[in-house]
């Protein structure tokens, strides 16, 4: 009898150790399905891998390249159409070192050369995710538009092979602090601020992937779907070194400062990711990004300083210093302030502005064709609007207000938008030409230096961001 209920008892007790073994099972596979959710966010995965209106991580969003248009692919655990049936050692591969499972190089639209480095730690959380988290989403992949020879993917794996360094997880050098190591982690590995922030060179590979390569890392990119990510080193007047690190922490959790609104493909980034973030990873992001070091000036360029006449002037109805003084007036000052200085948090100040001087006058050019909308995030919730103005301004009234507004209130950029720069973007949705400029690398590079294929100028990886075409507009 007593042996029985010895041996019951111990029924018992095995049946609870296991319970709680079980439980302790559970809850720490949530724990690390709940990191790889947020690391998911880190990457903006859901950005790229989500077609507009479409179904969360199904793919099928359009990436326009010069030799055809590419779909992002299913990343949901669907085994016959998303990566369901990949292993880890499989999805490390993809994400990684930008080979799928079939063995073919990816498009390094995916940015596995940032992604390369991402911890063991964080990708384990990520497959967790994937293929525990996610709801699977029996929808196919797109085969991209692209015809044959152009179609083969073999040159891919020289490009990876050229261009795609050695997958190696993070490590900070000795002596960094903690938190700038984990900023830098962020921008550099699973964060890609670079696929943007970073000028692409002769083979459209990013030409630095972190500060080791020099002023030229996060020195701003050519223009994806016509918007120009410019600088973000300290630079004072075309980056980011008049913000103070808080600004630029509130910038990338809110989408807007006193001094800034988020707008085009950055307006994708805070509204997917970087809003997510915890407040402990924006301050050690804004902080590696003031600790970079300092970039040189360009000779004879002084600081921005705020230059009252272009107030003056228009104040007493004066708008004969410049063409596009009267159209300012008219149809800009009511929101942007005869002053150039916005209504802080609404409406941002054009005076001193780093995206209104950028050397490649893109962005803004095209902000003004097309209107856009300051995007509403948990933080700042009123979605804000810039009209349009294609229906409203001619093309040469449109050029005239960029000019004015590059030049006035001591802004100092070249007043070197045309009536036909305008008619392109109107029309075609044509990024500015800039060969004329001197700078013209972008236009100079080519896929051709290296492989058969005239994969042609003006790759720019660029997605057809949620942004890009405002529906709202
Ligand atoms: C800037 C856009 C972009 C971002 C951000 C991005 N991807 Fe991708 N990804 C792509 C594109 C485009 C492809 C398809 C490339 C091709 O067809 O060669 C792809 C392919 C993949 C593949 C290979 C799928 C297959 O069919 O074999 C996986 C896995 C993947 N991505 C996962 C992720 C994860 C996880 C993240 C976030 C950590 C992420 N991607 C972020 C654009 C992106
Ligand atoms: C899809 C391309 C893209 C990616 C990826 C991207 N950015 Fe941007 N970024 C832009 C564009 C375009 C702008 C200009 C529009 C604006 O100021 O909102 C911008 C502007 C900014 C600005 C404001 C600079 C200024 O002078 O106004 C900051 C700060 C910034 N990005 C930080 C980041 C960080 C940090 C990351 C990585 C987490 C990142 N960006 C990733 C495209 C991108
Ligand atoms: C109804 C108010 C309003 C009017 C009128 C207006 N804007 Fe804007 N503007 C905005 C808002 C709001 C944003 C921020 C949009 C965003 O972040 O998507 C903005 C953004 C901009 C930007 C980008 C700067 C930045 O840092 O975000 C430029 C350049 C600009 N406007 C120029 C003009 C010009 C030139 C005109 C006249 C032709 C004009 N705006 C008329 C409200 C207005």
Redesign the pocket.
């Known amino acids: 009898m007593i042996k029985g209920l010895k041996t019951a008892l111990g029924a018992v007790t095995v049946g609870l150790l296991a319970g709680t073994t079980l439980a302790h099972a559970q809850s720490t596979d949530d724990e690390l399905v709940k990191k790889g959710a947020y690391v998911a966010r880190l990457g903006?995965c859901v950005a790229c891998h989500t077609a507009l209106h479409g179904q969360v991580y199904a793919g099928g969003l359009s990436i326009q390249t010069p030799i055809g248009t590419i779909y992002s692919t299913n990343i949901t655990p669907d085994p016959t159409n998303g990566i369901g049936s990949y292993t880890f050692e499989e999805f490390d591969e993809a994400l990684r070192h930008g080979i799928r499972k079939d063995g073919s190089t990816l498009y390094p639209a995916m940015p596995y050369p940032s992604f390369a480095r991402m911890t063991q730690d964080d990708m384990k959380a990520l497959y967790a995710y994937f293929m525990h988290g996610v709801k699977p989403v029996a929808q196919p992949n797109k085969a991209p538009g692209i015809s044959w020879p152009l179609s083969m993917r073999w040159p891919l794996a020289i490009w990876r092979s050229v261009f795609a360094p050695a997958p190696k997880a993070f490590v900070p050098a000795a002596g960094t602090d903690a938190e700038i190591a984990r900023g830098e982690y962020?921008?550099t590995g699973p964060?890609?601020?670079g696929?943007?922030?970073t000028p692409r060179g002769f083979g459209m590979q990013e030409k630095a992937l972190d500060a080791s390569g020099g002023p030229v890392f996060l020195a701003g990119g050519a223009p994806?779907d016509n918007?120009?990510?410019?600088s973000?080193r300290n630079d004072p007047v075309e980056?980011?070194g008049s913000w103070p690190e808080e600004e630029?922490y509130q910038?990338?959790k809110s989408g807007r400062t006193d001094h800034?609104?988020?707008?085009?493909?950055?307006?994708?980034?805070v509204g997917w990711?970087?809003q997510y973030f915890t407040d402990a990873d924006l301050h050690a992001?804004a902080k590696y990004?003031k600790a970079l070091p300092p970039v040189p000036v360009p000779p004879g360029r002084s600081a921005y300083t705020y230059d009252a006449s272009t107030a003056q002037a228009l104040d007493s109805n004066n708008t004969s210093g410049a063409p596009g003084a009267s159209v300012y007036v008219e149809q800009c000052a009511i929101c942007h302030r005869n002053d150039g200085g916005g209504v802080a948090r609404m409406f941002p100040p054009l005076a001193g502005?780093?995206?209104v001087v950028s050397a490649d006058p893109t962005?803004i050019a095209h902000i003004i064709v097309a209107g856009a909308v300051l995007p509403p995030t948990n933080w700042a919730p009123s979605a804000v609007a810039m009209p349009g103005y294609k229906s409203v301004l001619s093309d040469q009234q449109m050029a005239d207000v960029v000019n004015f507004i590059r030049t006035s209130w001591g802004n100092k950029a070249p007043a070197n938008v045309t009536a036909a720069d305008i008619q392109k973007l109107r029309v075609d949705h044509a990024p500015i030409s800039t060969a004329s400029w001197g700078f013209g690398s972008a236009d100079a590079a080519t896929w051709g230096v290296y492989h058969p294929q005239p994969y042609g100028a003006g790759w720019t990886f660029s997605p057809q961001?949620h942004t890009g075409e405002d529906a709202a507009q």
């Open positions: 903006d962020l921008v964060g890609h601020c696929a943007c922030h994806i918007w120009v990510a410019p973000l980056g980011i630029v910038f990338l800034a609104a988020v707008f085009g493909g950055m307006a994708d980034v990711s970087t992001m990004l502005n780093p995206v962005s961001t």
